[in-house]
């Protein structure tokens, strides 16, 4: 289940704000609270958020534990929930494997021009002619 959108979750706040100015003489339910924002129960149930605003407003349902229906319902919403979010992590991690593997790849080029640069140099030097190392005047060594 995807979860609900911007505008759906605006409806059910207001409803819930008319609800919560007026509540009557029944108590107040998911059934009601849907009907009221004008969505459909399913929508209602992917908000498990809202639903315990719904009833944090309800001094009956305060007392009262969850029904096992309500109680199912809240916890398909967070697997709903939790399966977007670990989707997008997948989304993202592998946008990352395939910016590293581009990395990987120019690395791989670069160390393969210099170790035929290495080369090149090698087989230039003169084999009568020693090699011999140069200090670098820099911040470490003596002038």
């Given at each position: 289940m995807?979860?609900?959108?911007?505008?759906?979750?605006?409806?059910?706040?207001?409803?819930?704000?008319?609800?919560?100015?007026?509540p009557g003489s029944g108590k107040l339910s998911a059934a009601l609270l849907a009907a009221e924002a004008v969505v459909s129960r399913a929508t209602l149930y992917r908000a498990p958020e809202l639903l315990r605003r719904l009833r944090g407003l309800n001094a009956a349902d305060r007392e009262a534990p969850l029904t096992r229906t309500d109680r199912v319902h809240e916890l398909e919403a967070l697997v709903a929930q939790l399966k977007g979010h670990e989707a997008d992590e997948l989304r993202s991690l592998?946008?990352?494997?395939?910016?590293?593997?581009?990395?990987?790849?120019?690395?791989?080029?670069?160390?393969?021009?210099?170790?035929?640069?290495?080369?090149?140099?090698?087989?230039?030097?003169?084999?009568?002619?020693?090699?011999?190392?140069?200090?670098?005047?820099?911040?470490d060594t003596p002038r």
């Open positions: 995807k979860p609900i959108s911007s505008v759906s979750a605006q409806a059910i706040e207001k409803a819930l704000a008319r609800l919560a100015e007026n592998r946008a990352a494997n395939r910016n590293m593997a581009q990395h990987i790849q120019a690395l791989s080029l670069l160390v393969r021009d210099l170790n035929r640069r290495i080369g090149q140099l090698q087989a230039e030097a003169s084999p009568s002619e020693p090699l011999r190392a140069v200090p670098l005047a820099g911040r």
